[in-house]
């Protein structure tokens, strides 16, 4: 039997970045099952407790979470510019994925709350205790708990050994369930230790969630496209910055792009003394989506774009960054 994955993608949003900037990230993040085939139930929503954003999404196999999401337009487009460092649209840091695989991912609760528990449990034992504890909800609509076991791991590595789900029509069964013995006590690690059971970390996220209509979910898979790309990114820094982002581009960013097979053809800026904000312009041809896929997956251990993310992201104060065809 193919095993599904229930992935939750945790996004941390930047200090002093607008709610409707927030909403905006929330509602691409929820429209990629409209999109990306073998996806299954995006929702993203705010954690109550924290400016973070939960996503939860379901994928039909583990060859689909490794393959096509990964190259896929949308991924590379338009969810990676508000989680790539790199963008002028980035407004997360230090996000993480942490799943598991299942038999059934079916969510019969198709909106209401839902409440993830990530943990570290110290031992198996552990670990079966939390899992009896799930078979066994009180005031819960859903509950599943599984080991994050699925194959492919990003270069961060697992943050957590398993995932507690919950779900919830309400806030109403919400707050009943935290009423009970088993809510109070699995709300924190002492909670956990007044069971007996170990944790050696825990983190809890609870938003709302709205799943789309199957039918509208998991477009077919269009025919691999290996056509070249045009990537651009437009900054806006401060006039009196605009020098030093350029001469940062020159040497790091240029550099990583270059040894990863890509053409810079253009770069501009803005007149000197003409704006309020300077506004500077690179564009750069990669073989293909795919090729860019390469790429991105070299960023988190190349030098040259570390340093660029280090010193030219800190000036960089809005801009875009985009994929095109040329025509």
Request: aromatic share 10%; proline share 6%.
């Amino acid at each position: 039997m193919t095993s599904m994955i229930r992935r939750f993608y945790i996004l941390p949003v930047n200090p002093g970045v607008p709610d409707a900037t927030v909403q905006e990230m929330i509602a691409v993040l929820g429209a990629a099952d409209r999109f990306i085939p073998g996806l299954l139930d995006s929702s993203a929503g705010v954690d109550f407790d924290s400016r973070t954003v939960l996503w939860e999404n379901t994928f039909v196999d583990e060859a689909s979470y490794s393959g096509p999401y990964m190259v896929h337009p949308y991924h590379i487009g338009a969810i990676d510019n508000y989680v790539m460092p790199d963008s002028p649209e980035c407004i997360t840091d230090n996000t993480y994925a942490t799943r598991y695989t299942t038999p059934d991912a079916t969510q019969k609760l198709r909106g209401g709350i839902r409440r993830v528990l990530l943990l570290n449990a110290s031992t198996e034992a552990d670990a079966s205790a939390i899992e009896a504890l799930a078979a066994q909800p009180q005031e819960m609509a859903a509950s599943v708990f599984g080991a994050d076991d699925v194959g492919w791991v990003s270069a961060k590595g697992r943050a957590w050994t398993h995932v507690w789900e919950q779900a919830f029509t309400d806030m109403a069964q919400l707050e009943r369930y935290l009423d009970t013995p088993d809510g109070t006590a699995c709300s924190s690690i002492e909670g956990f230790a007044s069971l007996d059971i170990d944790v050696g970390s825990l983190k809890i996220f609870t938003c709302p969630f709205e799943l789309s209509p199957a039918e509208h979910q998991s477009p077919s898979a269009p025919p691999p496209d290996t056509t070249p790309v045009l990537y651009t990114i437009t900054a806006h820094t401060a006039a009196a910055d605009a020098e030093a982002y350029v001469d940062l581009l020159e040497r790091c960013y240029d550099p990583f792009m270059a040894e990863n097979g890509t053409t810079l053809l253009e770069r501009w800026r803005t007149l000197d003394q003409g704006y309020l904000q300077a506004e500077v312009h690179s564009t750069w041809q990669i073989d293909s989506l795919a090729a860019y896929s390469d790429l991105r997956a070299k960023t988190i251990s190349d030098p040259h774009w570390n340093a660029y993310v280090k010193d030219a992201i800190p000036l960089v104060k809005g801009g875009s960054r985009r994929f095109h065809r040329a025509l």
